[in-house]
């Protein structure tokens, strides 16, 4: 299967209000093509005099292996996790510490299946480290 963008968004509407209490701001939601990460989250941090903001946040999906409509899914929520945690300040032990894991198992607990790293053709593919754009 392939992912399209307005699936993404669909999913991210949905879930966002099922798991986030629709809380999370809406990011740029993007297909790409990558071979090492199955999905990513970024986004953009400005500094003013005596504080500073997160905006500009974009998920993107790589659509290089053939998944089912559930991994998609699974990976576009790993990726909601990311944003939560970026947009709440929460802070967290590392990429997928404490806090990370917590969302996870909760989410997971209503029969999704999210992980940190899948095994896709005999390699580790990392579903993301959130990266911060400068």
Not at 31 to 49: C, E, Y
Not at 124 to 133: A, D, G, L
Request: proline share 2%; charged share 30%; with cysteine.
């Amino acid at each position: 299967m392939q992912v399209t963008v307005n699936q993404l968004e669909e999913w991210f509407s949905l879930y966002n209000k099922r798991y986030f209490n629709g809380e999370l701001p809406t990011p740029v939601l993007a297909v790409g093509n990558s071979r090492t990460r199955l999905g990513s989250m970024s986004w953009r941090t400005r500094r003013r005099l005596f504080s500073r903001t997160t905006d500009g946040y974009t998920i993107r999906i790589s659509n290089r292996f053939d998944l089912s409509e559930e991994q998609f899914k699974d990976i576009l929520l790993h990726e909601m996790i990311h944003l939560c945690i970026v947009f709440k300040k929460i802070k967290d032990s590392s990429a997928h510490g404490i806090e990370f894991q917590r969302m996870m198992k909760s989410i997971n607990a209503d029969g999704r299946n999210i992980t940190v790293s899948v095994r896709i053709d005999g390699k580790t593919t990392s579903e993301s480290s959130p990266k911060r754009r400068r």
